[in-house]
């Protein structure tokens, strides 16, 4: 209940800091010539200019206001959020053009004011941020590249944006609520250096040291650190940080990983990396005694959240990983409950972690699925993908009082997913954890 009311008072917050200045420029004379399109037009003007400056706010990671949520979904909803901004900002131009044809010399170059200029600008650079998001990957950008460049694109299309508002001053023109979107501006320029300035700074207080690299099966590899000079920092089983490696915090290098290693170790930290994406296509050759800076921890995809009589985890890939902090934590607290893993990989050779589970099986009392796509002539077990089939098989009685934990590929997540559902699992216990943040 008291996660249920933290959540709901973020979400009012969120809509108060959207809503709020649009209803606030309503205050005051209307200026001549708005009709009801007119005003339409501007409202959506306004609300998607305040959706982006919120933006600002969503992805400055504040762990009291993404706790309630996990930061892997609020970044979810910062992507998808970002798509009705800029559905908003074209939509702004379109119904002046719909309700009065002859608005569109206004936007012929040779007429053009700097107060319509900057609004174009400002449009431009969203429509850039959202072609290098939704296809980074297709287009090839290098993952630091981007997020340099996205910065940087919503900085300057939220400027020219609030440039547009004053320069056109329709329902702004007041000195008070020039003063309003003044504070709007500002205030996201005191996210950018508390982000950028005051929170890596803090950072440089606290580094960490790689003290092994251990290769694991599958391309797969795990770095061991240990912070220097300092306390380290607690975390529950499952979480996950951002890792920079190599750089200083204020490089802005930075990489989302899931912590790995038990939460009974505060002073050793695990993160298990396959070779993927750019920078991790390099990972196995971090040498030890390498300086890093530790972002975390961030998420709800723990154990600790939710308690349980017993617990079903389901794993594709790497994301075997924050599984395997929750597992590792279970044994260290000689924790006796039933468990069991539904893990799907691709070859019984290349499986990640294979030893080590088998001597946690002797050791919890886990029940272990291995679902291998290409497995050995000799393999009795399942084989292909995971499916609702092999759920009904092989999942444990007492289902609807089990807490299901989910983390692999994006497929994997959705067949998950509805199969527990179909096989009796309340949809309230059944957590994924959604790496791929971009």
Not at 121 to 129: T, V
Not at 329 to 337: S, V, W
Request: glycine share 8%; hydrophobic share 50%; charged share 20%.
């Amino acid at each position: 209940m008291i996660l249920f009311c933290r959540a709901a008072f973020w979400i009012a917050v969120y809509l108060a800091l959207v809503l709020v200045p649009l209803f606030a420029l309503l205050i005051g004379p209307r200026p001549a010539g708005s009709g009801f399109w007119w005003d339409l037009s501007l409202a959506l003007g306004f609300a998607g200019t305040t959706m982006m400056a919120v933006m600002f706010f969503l992805t400055a990671r504040f762990q009291r206001a993404t706790a309630p949520f996990g930061i892997d979904l609020v970044y979810y909803f910062h992507r998808w959020i970002s798509l009705g901004a800029a559905l908003f900002v074209v939509l702004h131009p379109v119904l002046f053009v719909v309700q009065d044809s002859y608005a569109l010399h206004m936007f012929h170059p040779a007429v053009m004011g700097w107060e319509l200029w900057s609004g174009v600008g400002s449009a431009l650079a969203l429509a850039a941020i959202m072609v290098t998001s939704l296809w980074r990957k297709p287009l090839r950008i290098h993952y630091d590249a981007w997020r340099v460049w996205h910065a940087l694109l919503a900085v300057i299309a939220l400027a020219l944006a609030l440039v547009h508002i004053a320069g056109i001053g329709y329902y702004s023109g007041e000195p008070w609520k020039k003063g309003l979107w003044l504070v709007i501006g500002l205030s996201c320029v005191a996210v950018v250096v508390y982000v950028r300035l005051i929170k890596p700074t803090a950072m440089l207080k606290r580094p960490w040291r790689v003290t092994e690299v251990i290769e694991e099966r599958g391309s797969t590899w795990t770095l061991v650190l240990r912070p220097e000079h300092h306390a380290g920092f607690l975390f529950l089983p499952g979480q996950f940080a951002w890792l920079t490696l190599e750089r200083s915090p204020f490089a802005m290098k930075e990489h989302p990983f899931s912590i790995a290693s038990s939460a009974e170790n505060p002073l050793e930290l695990r993160f298990t990396i396959k070779e993927l994406g750019d920078f991790t296509r390099r990972i196995g050759q971090i040498k030890r005694g390498t300086k890093a800076w530790i972002d975390g921890p961030y998420g709800t995809f723990s154990i600790d959240r939710m308690q349980a009589p017993g617990y079903v985890f389901v794993a594709g890939g790497v994301g075997i990983a924050p599984i395997m902090s929750m597992l590792r934590t279970l044994d260290e607290r000689g924790d006796k409950r039933p468990l069991q893993l539904f893990y799907a990989y691709h070859t019984w050779e290349r499986l990640t972690f294979r030893e080590e589970l088998e001597e946690l099986r002797g050791r919890l009392d886990l029940d272990i699925v291995y679902v291998l796509n290409d497995p050995p002539s000799d393999w009795e077990g399942e084989t292909g993908y995971l499916t609702e089939d092999i759920f009904a098989r092989h999942l444990c009685a007492g289902r609807s009082q089990l807490e299901c934990f989910i983390c692999g590929p994006t497929p994997m997540i959705e067949v998950a997913e509805k199969s527990l559902a179909h096989q009796g699992v309340p949809r309230g216990q059944i957590h994924s954890e959604l790496f791929d943040l971009v």
